[in-house]
């Protein structure tokens, strides 16, 4: 039960790393027209670059250790997002969480690209 919580978890952790790319480009950009295309665009930059690489189906998946090394550099991303866009706090806390579950993920042997590269 405990495993399928900390993938559930990966999974949430995912939309909030969307998420802190988002409300980064929105409070970012000095015009409205760059706060919108920072705020749409690098989320969905990630999200692309998420379905090709580290999605469960991903279409060129990552073996580990180089899924890890490029999840941490996405999640260090995020959190220096949220950290330069005024929430340290949130910051600190999305990094902690992240860190115990992608720890969980390797003791447990979890992972959450498709068996194809395992």
Not at 28 to 46: F, N, Q, R
Request: hydrophobic share 60%.
């Amino acid at each position: 039960m405990l495993k399928g919580a900390n993938l559930a978890l990966a999974f949430i952790l995912e939309l909030c790393l969307l998420a802190a790319f988002g409300y980064w480009g929105f409070t970012t950009g000095d015009s409205l027209l760059m706060k919108i295309g920072l705020g749409i665009g690098v989320p969905l930059l990630a999200a692309v670059v998420w379905g090709i690489f580290m999605a469960p189906k991903a279409v060129r998946p990552l073996r580990a250790p180089l899924h890890q090394i490029i999840e941490c550099v996405i999640f260090g991303l995020a959190f220096v997002a949220l950290y330069v866009a005024g929430q340290p706090t949130l910051a600190i806390i999305f990094a902690i969480v992240f860190v115990i579950n992608l720890v969980l993920r390797i003791v447990w042997k979890q992972t959450t690209t498709d068996t194809r590269a395992a």
